[in-house]
């Protein structure tokens, strides 16, 4: 027992966290609550002692055990609550629940890990800004074992990002002990990145709070990240009935409790507080209770097409100087437009060059970074959270894969999780696609395995429409704001962009914002073909071919908005043949024409339909091999003349 | 105000019928008609149908007398309650026209009219027509492939000629040359194509000409063959038959059976043997009949019609004339059956009784070969005359040879009829010395029959002395 107890609007503060979280366990057992709830009675303090010393502007971001750090904060018992219990009036309308929380600052996510890039990335939005605002991320020490927090710490340090990630060390992650699982010293950790590190407990929350003053005041101040271990020891099971700790360790750890020993030892303080909570809290509880829960389908409607325009721009420059200038275009007109990626500053300028001299011209604005490719997209996703037009370049899209759950588990569901609160318009530019002889982990289409996550947005880029104007529209504020991966298919970077037709035939865009492409021709069409990307120009030659040779009129539809599909405007322009030959340059299982196939197939059984795509093995770097596994002009050619027999 | 309607649905007696020609109307619209009574008449293009009455209650028509009448529409409804006014209410903008637009666009529907069929909840703008929306502000470069030039140049046609045309391939010239044909435009026919792709015609006449609609049938008859020509490579052999009278010396063995019957019973024997003429062509194979189902044309000015013996081959001739009597009686009464002319495999056409002495027959579709059997001519005071056998096939299937040997076979077979046995073997002699048989039998030997070549030999040249 420390010498001082903390004052009662501190202790009423700890214990309403933890009166909150037995309500909670209660409900669940009535079946009032939905899922499931991690508790952290016994780690209340850590909230406690941060909210002291935060200013509006900082941000917390949590992890799965986040109702103390929240409440803590703003005290808002109801709106957590409702949202736990699935109800409209919860603070992300129901559709977070305990793990997913966003509210006055304050935002969680139930993935070990990926939330260290994130807060990083808003800190650094802030450091932009000069803010002087900072971000605190929780971690466990189950965290430890994520390598996004070391990619994180690296980056921090080197940027000087006002980040403080406050390491809550309990000693179990969910049931494994420490003991089998970490090597080493922890707070070595942090400082093999030179990063400072401060360390503390809950069981003397009056030190606590002086260690946790110091911290924020450091951040701030240095503009650094800074690592502080607090030791402290979870009194319930991880979740529920999930604890196989030994009783004694437990017990002992009761006994050390502030909270609970200072309502064992003065009752005359703790009781009119402990009273007054209750009533707080069966005051809040009926209330959420009356919101209804939540019940709303996420309503997707295909954008309507209102118009059809013959496409004309100036061509005639390269595909890759053509993104240069849409890119630049961006950054000159807003000054939220950020680049981050590997090897994009000049003079080298990107593996691709598509960056060039724009770090020399925009200083700041456009950096490298560490091959560090779930780390960067994390501190993109912060940005874009924090209200910034990020640019992420990955330098191939085979490495994209490496930053999934940053696309998955947070980009993409940031908005609808946190009840519509956020928008996180992130923008992650690769290259895609082979035929250059870079072998099997440098040449791939990937993007099918990003096909269909809802809340994002896939473009693929080709040489018929400016890649200028969709990078400037991309980075405007006139289009929906949200997560975009944007496909530059290797072999198109030295492609003329240019609205050229074959002979006979003319191009053709779509109203949409990220239009179709549609090469049409004044004749009645024998089929038509639907591509993008880097599979155009050979579909092109194919058609040019399939006239001269064959007498075969064949239209061409190129999609750029390969998610969400375009199918309705599609539909009309197939049908106008009745046959379509859907080509890909990634494997065709579960791929992009696979969905084509069937969406088509749902709304017309009358087209004929056939599908080219690449052959079911790994992309060869023996050149000869690699042009006869991927979709070719004569593979084209004689689909064509399969589908039209 | 909810009136019970009721329609009056065609059944769909052929898969190749798209529509139906409404003949007339054997109940005005808006009259009381009782259950099963007689409604309407129509024509297919196999025979003509009545249509009678699902139900009791007041007549509502859809069409006029005269039209075509897709066969998915019913042709009009039985109401509860007397229509309001004049008929073809519910069709007052379904007009021929529409008919044919709609037999022509195939079922999905494509086209700006055509609303979009959606199973999700996800409402999916209905775009407009294709043609309004692309409007180009810069001119087509236009084009010609290899194959329209050279048409081009046969019929003398210009670039000009294919304003608004900006990839002009053989399609295009088709339709320019025949500008009816070209509107509306057939949907893409998947399967059919042949017949559509035979159908391309000629200029329109420069002489004054009246337009006589063909009858369903005429035009069903002409697509048959038009497919049946398409898909196959036309060659002909014939063979002169000499010939004392078979038809009277068929009548004078008493068999069972006219001259017709005994052909076709013949025919399908030598279909076993050479099944090269029991065939159609497809893609590189010769698809070979596992039947033998022989058709044989009647036309007694009104129209043609080819009924079908099925299995012929394994009939007796007693059989065959028995369903050949049986197959011209429904003809004659207008009550030949889907079934009665289907899936012949080969067609006999006897033109005998016109007196036609030879004629060019045309291969029916999924067929591959055809029979004609001309008419007994006689020089008049002389004993013998001739007839003329034709036979047309697909070259891709058979040969001349081939050919020729069939036809032989069939004559000598036809032959036999006209004699008696012992007649027959007085007149049969070895195909290399010339010997008779009465020769051969002085001399203790025999004549014998040779496969190869198919001719008699007598034992001396085949064995030697």
């Known amino acids: ?645 | 105000m909810s009136s019970l309607s009721i329609p009056v649905a065609l059944e769909r007696d052929n898969v190749n019928d798209e529509s139906v020609v409404l003949v007339r109307w054997l109940a005005d619209h808006g009259a009381m008609v009782e259950a099963d009574a007689l409604l309407a008449e129509i024509e297919t293009s196999k025979a003509n149908i009545e249509v009678h009455s699902p139900a009791a209650g007041y007549l509502n028509h859809h069409f006029a007398a005269g039209e075509d009448v897709p066969v998915s529409e019913p042709i009009a409804t039985i109401t509860s309650e007397a229509p309001a006014s004049g008929p073809f209410l519910k069709k007052g903008a379904n007009t021929s026209t529409a008919a044919v637009i709609a037999e022509a666009e195939d079922t999905p529907k494509k086209g700006p009219s055509a609303p979009l069929q959606m199973p999700s909840r996800e409402p999916i703008p209905v775009t407009a027509g294709l043609a309004a929306e692309f409007t180009a502000v810069t001119a087509y470069r236009q084009r010609f492939s290899p194959l329209a030039v050279k048409m081009m140049r046969e019929h003398g046609l210009t670039e000009k000629d294919f304003a608004g045309k900006s990839a002009v391939r053989k399609q295009d010239i088709l339709d320019f040359l025949n500008p009816a044909a070209a509107k509306p435009s057939p949907a893409p026919a998947y399967g059919d194509a042949a017949p559509r792709a035979a159908a391309a015609a000629s200029p329109l006449p420069t002489q004054p000409y009246e337009e006589i609609k063909l009858s369903k049938a005429k035009r069903r008859e002409g697509m048959n063959l038009a497919a049946g020509v398409s898909n196959a490579v036309q060659s002909a052999v014939a063979v002169t038959c000499v010939t004392t009278g078979l038809q009277r010396a068929i009548a004078k063995r008493k068999i069972d059976g006219n001259s017709s019957a005994v052909m076709l019973y013949e025919v399908s024997r030598l279909l076993r043997k050479y099944p090269a003429f029991n065939s159609t062509y497809r893609d590189g194979m010769r698809l070979e009949y596992k039947q033998v189902n022989v058709g044989f044309a009647m036309d007694d000015g009104r129209g043609l019609k080819v009924a079908v013996v099925p299995n012929a081959d394994t009939l007796s001739l007693a059989e065959i004339t028995t369903q050949m009597r049986e197959l011209t009686e429904a003809y004659l009464d207008d009550k030949l059956t889907t079934a009665q002319i289907a899936n012949g495999t080969f067609t006999i056409s006897d033109l005998s009784s016109m007196g036609i002495s030879g004629f060019f027959p045309l291969i029916s579709e999924n067929q591959g070969a055809i029979l004609g059997v001309g008419a007994e001519q006689f020089i008049p005071g002389h004993q013998y005359g001739w007839y003329e056998l034709v036979l047309t096939f697909d070259h891709q299937l058979g040969d001349g040879r081939t050919a020729a040997l069939f036809l032989n076979d069939l004559k000598d077979r036809m032959k036999a009829y006209e004699s008696t046995l012992q007649e027959l073997q007085e007149e049969m002699s070895c195909s290399r010395c010339m010997r008779s048989v009465a020769e051969l039998r002085e001399k203790d030997q025999h004549l014998l029959q040779s496969s190869v070549p198919n001719q008699y030999l007598c034992s001396v040249c085949l064995t030697g002395y």
């Open chain 1, 1 to 645: 027992m420390p010498a001082l107890l903390p004052e009662p609007r501190l202790l009423e503060k700890a214990l309403g966290i933890r009166m909150f979280e037995q309500r909670l366990l209660k409900l669940f057992s009535e079946g009032r609550l939905f899922g499931t709830v991690h508790t952290c009675i016994g780690q209340e303090w850590t909230g406690v002692a941060l909210a002291e010393h935060l200013t509006p502007g900082d941000v917390i971001f949590s992890n799965h055990r986040c109702h103390g750090h929240y409440l803590a904060r703003t005290g808002n018992y109801e709106g957590l609550f409702a949202e736990i219990m699935g109800r409209e009036a919860g603070i992300c309308r129901g559709r977070g629940g305990s793990q997913h929380i966003c509210d006055g600052n304050v935002f969680s996510n139930g993935i070990q890990g990926g939330i260290v890039p994130v807060a990083s990335g808003i800190a650094y939005a802030k450091r932009l800004r000069g803010t002087g605002d900072i971000a605190v991320v929780f971690v466990g020490d189950g965290t430890l074992g994520e390598g996004a927090l070391y990619e994180t710490l690296n980056i921090a340090s080197a940027w000087g990002i006002p980040v403080m990630v406050v390491l809550e060390n309990n000693l179990y992650a969910q049931s494994t002990s420490q003991k089998q699982t970490l090597s080493g010293d922890i707070e070595a950790r942090a400082q093999a990145f030179g990063i400072r590190t401060l360390r503390a407990d809950t069981w003397d929350p009056l030190q606590l709070i002086e260690t946790m003053g110091q911290a924020v005041d450091y951040v701030r101040s240095e503009t650094r990240p800074l690592f502080l271990r607090v030791d402290t020891y979870r009194l319930m099971a991880h979740s529920k009935s999930d604890d196989d700790r030994e009783k004694a360790e437990v017990e002992s750890y009761w006994e050390r409790d502030l909270v609970h020993r200072a309502a064992k030892d003065f009752p005359e303080i703790m009781g009119p507080i402990e009273a007054r909570l209750l009533a707080t809290l069966d005051a809040a509880v009926e209330r959420a209770e009356t919101s209804p829960l939540s019940n709303t389908l996420e309503q997707v409607h295909e954008e309507p097409v209102a118009s059809w325009t013959e496409t004309i721009f100036l061509g005639g420059e390269r595909m890759v100087n053509r993104i240069y200038a849409g890119l630049r275009a961006a950054l000159e007109r807003d000054e939220r437009v950020v680049m981050l990626g590997e090897d994009i500053e000049g003079p080298y300028g990107g593996a691709f060059k598509a960056t060039k001299d724009l770090s020399l011209l925009f200083p700041g604005r456009v950096r490298n970074t560490p091959i560090s490719e779930l780390a960067i997209t994390g501190i993109t996703n912060g940005l874009a959270l924090a209200g910034m037009k990020p640019v992420l370049e990955v330098m191939f899209g085979d490495f994209i894969m490496l930053a999934s759950d940053q696309i998955l588990n947070h980009a993409a569901k940031f908005e609808y999780m946190y009840g519509g609160q956020v928008k996180t318009p992130l923008v992650l530019r690769t290259p895609m696609g082979g035929m250059r002889g870079y072998g099997p982990t440098h040449s791939q289409s990937l993007e099918k395995h990003l096909l269909g996550i809802p809340g994002t947005r896939v473009l693929a880029l080709h040489q018929r429409f400016d890649p200028a104007t969709v990078y400037e529209r991309l980075l405007s504020d006139e289009v929906e704001q949200k997560p975009t991966l944007v496909i530059e298919n290797k072999v198109l970077y030295g492609e003329k962009a240019s609205p050229d037709a074959v002979e006979g035939y003319k191009w053709f865009h779509s109203g949409h914002s990220f239009p179709l492409s549609y090469m049409r021709s004044e004749s009645k069409p024998d089929a038509t073909v639907v591509c993008y990307g880097g599979m155009l120009p050979s579909v092109e030659q194919a058609v040019d071919r399939l006239f001269t040779e064959h007498d075969l009129v064949i239209e061409v539809v190129c999609v750029m908005q390969l998610y969400p599909l375009q199918k309705a405007a599609m539909l009309p322009l197939l049908q106008h043949s009745g046959r379509a030959l859907l080509v890909e340059e990634g494997h065709g299982f579960c791929g992009f024409t696979a969905e084509l196939m069937a969406s088509f197939a749902e709304l017309d059984r009358g087209l004929k339909m056939r599908r080219l795509y690449s052959h079911p093995q790994h992309i060869p770097s023996a050149k000869p091999l690699e042009l006869a596994v991927l979709p070719n002009v004569e593979r084209v050619i004689k689909e064509v003349l399969e589908l039209v027999r």
